[in-house]
């Protein structure tokens, strides 16, 4: 994406027509100018989305976190994305979408299987599939559309621990991106409404043949997990475990990959990072979390409002909205000193890409490992890369994602080993 | 002398980062997600305190005795 920070013309854009619902926003750009003038002047800003729904955005990072943190006054239960302001049907039914009690009984269970600890174990696992993905492409060299290939890397994170078999793999990425951003032309099959409700039906398709796999073989993965689960007092209903399964899915695919794609794409247009990299490959680490600021692929996270609150000042009543926008919270300049540069020796990061709070990302540390080794694969087998083309970026006003990024990539001629962890 | 127990309980830590964040050198996640009590928790109360109010689950108990 392009990380434009404010130029001459920062405050060019009058607040009156800032409009953080648009997704054309996104797909341009122009989300860093409203961001910054909004953080400036602007704290509590209020708008509607095109159905009418008023939200209110809060884009400073204390007022981000303080929202993300308090969810006894901020619910997750109406639902956590613009693109359903009005409510979600899965409201109160699935891991991302639930207030405690409940929420804890699926969250305790599951996180276990994708804790710090557990990653790592699995890292040599890890290690082979993004080989697989990755190797020859980058040892053959040539014009590599980046985006299209990280599409695959969720899977290698996380696909057995969700319990998915890898020849679902290949389709399944795709699915899951058209679900989260069907108006997209890159994605779209037919209207918005018909690729959603077709990538919806081929995604439950997959969930009711593993579930049912899974009640008469139990293993330990996401899938046998929540079957087995104590759901206040009852075991899940089948909509239930296939919603929690389309929340994991969704939760890894859409989010890995585009910081794959945004953290490749920032190392070929900043050849003194990718030299920095390469001179000191003990920077793996501080460079993941550096993409992970600078990707942050979710723009927004949604809460609605359960009890009088005051937020940055304002009172905010029981029913209305609040977007927590955690793109503009990891550029804050009070919190990120120079936060439109690419860092990779960045220190201190307490970006919130992962969120903070109840639903704080359970994927994280599969998602961190994947990314360090991607890294590692592409500092090992290629000298230099550079963008070699248009790069298109997702219509979405949820999901930072990248649709095309052509890079043109030389492989070492000897291969060096680059093993950090 | 009033003495103060912090305690978190692991079974219930949802892993939020809300009171690493809250109460900054108080608390830390394990290698499983799970936050505990770190040596300085006793030297910023208000922090642990807002931890205690803020944590979902209520897995962060603070007794005074004394
Ligand atoms: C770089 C990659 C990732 C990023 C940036 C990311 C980001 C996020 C964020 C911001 C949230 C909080 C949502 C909220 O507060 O409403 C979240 C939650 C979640 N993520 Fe991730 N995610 C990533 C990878 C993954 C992976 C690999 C999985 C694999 C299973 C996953 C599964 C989930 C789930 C299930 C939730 C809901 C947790 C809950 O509600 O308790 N994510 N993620
Ligand atoms: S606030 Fe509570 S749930 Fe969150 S990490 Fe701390 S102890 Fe765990």
Redesign the interface.
Known sequence: MRMDGPTSDEFAEPLETIDLYDPTRYETGAQHRAWHRLRRDAPVWPQETPDGHRFWSVTRYRDVAAVLMDDKSFSSAHGTILAVAAGDSAGGRTINLMDQPRHADVRLPTMRLMSTHAARQRAPQVREHVRRLVGERFDAGGVIDIAELMLHLPMAAVGETIGLPPDVWTALPRWAMAGVAPEDPHFAEGSAADTLKKAHHRLIAVFSELIKERRARPTDDVISVLLGLDFGGRPMDQREILLNCYSFVMGSVTTTAQVASHLVQALAERPAAWAALRESPDLVPTAVEESLRWASPTNHLLRRVLRPVEVAGTRIEPGELVAAWVGSANRDETVFPRPYEFDPARSANPHLAFGVGAHRCIGGPPAQVVLGLLLEELLARVESLEVAGPVTHLRSNFINGITALPVAVAPVRTRRPVVIS | MTTVDITVDK??C?????CV??AAGSFV?D???RSEPTSQAGSDLDGVEQAEQ?C??AAIRVVRSG
């Open positions: 079974d219930r949802v892993g939020s980062a809300t964040v809250v996640l290698e499983h997600d803020l979902p689950t």
